[in-house]
T-cell receptor
Framework: SQKIEQNSEALNIQEGKTATLTCNYT??????LQWYRQDPGRGPVFLLL???NEKEKRKERLKVTFDTTLKQSLFHITASQPADSATYLC????????????WGAGTKLIIKP | EAQVTQNPRYLITVTGKKLTVTCSQN?????MSWYRQDPGLGLRQIYY???????DKGDVPEGYKVSRKEKRNFPLILESPSPNQTSLYFC?????????????????????FGSGTQLSVL
């Protein structure tokens, strides 16, 4: 079956360190992958998009990598801050899903002061 | 300000009492979608619309209806709500991927979400 997996356990990181979140997928031929941030009780907010032919994308302290061989995307936050604490969702767009985004369940990130 | 507006923010109702959750966007987006979010399951798509008068089922359409009579509005209708429809609902919108000059870019397909509607069906 087709699915997107993110770590279901919360990730605890010390302030100032790099946080790395993982998104794995199976049985899709992705066109692109998106990352969103979601705060409790709020709608997800778009952060970054990476296309299937791109290896890496950066935006300020954020970096996303995409390895279509491993079927995995990594999301990095460098110099993490308590304000980065949130749930991070990955979503994959693929031709075989008619480009309707397929969502992971999200990983909760906690940055401790 | 560019935004997707959902109402109401919270709703408690009883089984079988018809309800409508409204969604409106001011970004002239062609595409609109409804999702429900349940713990551990992530976002699941209910219905989506690629343009006015064009709607399609998502992954979990049973028990829901939608309409797209105007580009900016995409209401979600529960004709006879049941307790298993208790959930957090999100409306979202985006462009179809073609910018103002007709060129395609996946970046145009980032979703804008509303603030959510927490629905409880007793």
């Amino acid at each position: 079956s087709q699915k997107i997996e993110q770590n279901s356990e919360a990730l605890n990181i010390q302030e100032g360190k790099t946080a790395t979140l993982t998104c794995n997928y199976t049985n899709y031929s992705p066109a692109y992958l998106q990352w969103y941030r979601q705060d409790p009780g709020r709608g997800p907010v778009f952060l970054l998009l990476i296309r299937e032919n791109e290896k890496e994308k950066r935006k300020e302290r954020l970096k996303v990598t995409f390895d279509t061989t491993l079927k995995q995307s990594l999301f990095h936050i460098t110099a993490s801050q308590p304000a980065d604490s949130a749930t991070y969702l990955c979503a994959l767009g693929a031709m075989d899903s008619n480009y309707q985004l397929i969502w992971g369940a999200g990983t909760k990130l906690i940055i401790k002061p | 300000e560019a935004q997707v507006t959902q109402n109401p923010r919270y709703l408690i109702t009883v089984t079988g009492k018809k309800l409508t959750v409204t969604c409106s966007q001011n970004m002239n987006h062609e595409y609109m979608s409804w999702y429900r979010q349940d713990p551990g399951l992530g976002l699941r798509q209910i219905y989506y619309s690629m343009n006015v008068e064009v709607t399609d089922k998502g992954d979990v359409p049973e028990g829901y209806k939608v309409s797209r009579k105007e580009k900016r509005n995409f209401p979600l209708i529960l004709e006879s709500p049941s307790p298993n429809q208790t959930s957090l609902y999100f409306c979202a919108s985006r462009h179809l991927g073609f910018g103002t000059h007709g060129q395609y870019s996946a970046t145009n397909e980032k979703l804008f979400f509303g603030s959510g509607t927490q629905l409880s069906v007793l």
